[in-house]
């Protein structure tokens, strides 16, 4: 049977999404407290976190499409093979989707693709959030903790938005910089813009953390 396979790689995926996380941060935080860097530098670093990133969203998508197919596997949901196939399918084109919206980015086609993610994460999230409170599937055999664990899952989706815009200011202030060079003041904004950003991740990883415990215990 395939469902405990896809059941491992759906853990380790977890480990691989906690994991870029991590280094992630620390990277961000290394260019953002590297002001005695040349700016050069320290603008090579962030585009290296920007790619690094993608590792993030990739991890998004793989548990999506892993969820649901498991999800239906197990019987949790209906559809069975089909829908476990068609969830496979689906996190296929996903991830080339997320792909094009990075290597496009920059490109005027890339602003274009980047709204229809953004408004996707948020259709995906109030999907969530009404299966698990049963505005969805009321009457799947879905566990009470499987609906606690798309609960969650909305959540770290939710904290990733949060991130988004506290890294506004970062991405502003980092083109003036780019442009005028950096000063004590770009520097600072640049600093209390981490650990902004940082604070919301912090709840991110505390809904990780959560997910994986309920994935274990299993309460009714």
Same mark, same amino acid.
């Given at each position: 049977?395939?469902? /405990? ?32 860097? /040349? ?13 690094? !990133? ?26 069975? !093979? ?25 490109? /005027? ?7 229809? !993610? ?63 060079? /950096? ?38």
């Amino acid at each position: 049977m395939i469902a /405990p396979w896809l059941l491992a790689i759906h853990v380790a995926v977890l480990g691989y999404w906690l994991g870029s996380e991590f280094v992630i941060n620390s990277t961000y935080r290394y260019v953002s407290y590297g002001d005695k860097m /040349p700016f050069d530098e320290r603008s090579r670093l962030m585009e290296h976190v920007m790619h690094v !990133d993608q590792h993030v969203r990739y991890a998004l998508v793989l548990q999506a499409s892993l969820g649901l197919a498991i999800a239906a596997l197990y019987g949790y949901i209906p559809g069975g !093979d089909t829908l476990a196939i068609g969830a496979g399918i689906f996190g296929a084109i996903w991830l080339g989707f997320v792909e094009a919206v990075h290597r496009l980015r920059h490109g /005027p086609v890339g602003k274009i693709l980047g709204a229809i !993610d953004r408004q996707s994460r948020y259709l995906f999230m109030a999907l969530l959030l009404a299966a698990a409170i049963g505005l969805i599937g009321a009457e799947w055999p879905m566990p009470t903790w499987l609906r606690w664990k798309l609960a969650l899952f909305a959540g770290v989706m939710m904290s990733g938005v949060g991130i988004r815009f506290a890294l506004i200011a970062h991405f502003r202030t980092w083109a003036i910089m780019g442009r005028d060079g /950096p000063t004590d003041a770009t520097n600072a904004i640049i600093k209390r813009t981490y650990v902004r950003a940082t604070s919301v991740l912090v709840l991110l990883w505390v809904f990780i953390a959560a997910i994986a415990i309920l994935s274990v215990w299993k309460p009714v």
